[in-house]
């Protein structure tokens, strides 16, 4: 009688054990194929490229007094490395403005490494941060930079974003106004309003949903 209590006890044990086992792996294919999904998402709103394009206000951080804002105007492109990550490059169009002493066009050009915060979300905030050569019209003027900034980002429809940012470059020179005085050099405050036109991804979106697929089929073997 003992002995098949015990063996009963251990049957028990046993089942109970195989249940929370399988339980688990449930549980972690769930999460799996959320995972799966959730990353598929990106796909879905965004893609590995796009055409960057905005326009705004940049306002000088100078020698001279009173400064004005004019306006600012960019254009470029960017390579998606992973979800999160991006490399872009952009052609920055903008105005060094002191009242009634000083105005003269300049052109930036600029790469940045991009963070997006939620990419598999419609609204994500980003971060970006990168370096960049400036120089006036004519190219009589030229310096070096680095600039950084953070926005946020909604995607309308899919492959289609609006974004509003501001980004503060700082010049590796000081003679941005056409004055050198003073010990800092000069910077930049750059606001805009633009969009991003998403493109390309495909092989990678088939590609995760065959991981989906798979995922799915083994859970059924299984």
Excluded at 66 to 94: D, V
Excluded at 111 to 140: C, D, H, Q, V, W
Excluded at 207 to 217: C, S
Aim: contains cysteine.
């Amino acid at each position: 009688m003992i002995i098949k209590s015990r063996y009963f006890f251990l049957t028990i044990v046993l089942t109970v054990f195989s249940l929370s086992a399988l339980y688990a792996q449930d549980i972690k294919s769930a999460e799996k194929n959320k995972k799966l999904y959730s990353r598929l998402a990106f796909f879905e709103l965004r893609g590995t490229n796009a055409i960057d394009a905005a326009i705004g206000s940049s306002i000088t951080n100078g020698d001279l007094a009173e400064s004005e804002f004019e306006a600012y105007f960019r254009i470029g492109y960017k390579r998606h490395i992973t979800s999160h990550l991006n490399l872009n490059f952009t052609y920055n169009k903008y105005s060094v403005v002191f009242k009634d002493v000083y105005s003269e066009g300049f052109m930036s050009f600029d790469m940045n490494l991009e963070l997006l915060i939620s990419p598999y979300k419609r609204f994500t905030p980003y971060l970006f941060a990168g370096g960049g050569y400036n120089a006036a019209n004519y190219f009589e003027n030229t310096s070096t930079k680095v600039q950084g900034g953070l926005g946020f980002e909604c995607i309308v429809t899919e492959g289609f974003g609006i974004k509003l940012f501001g980004e503060y470059n700082y010049f590796f020179s000081d003679e941005l106004d056409g004055l050198i005085a003073g010990e800092s050099d000069d910077a930049v405050w750059r606001m805009g309003l633009g969009i991003n036109l998403y493109f390309g991804g495909s092989k990678k979106r088939e590609k995760r949903l065959k991981e989906i697929e798979t995922v799915i089929n083994n859970n059924l073997i299984n």
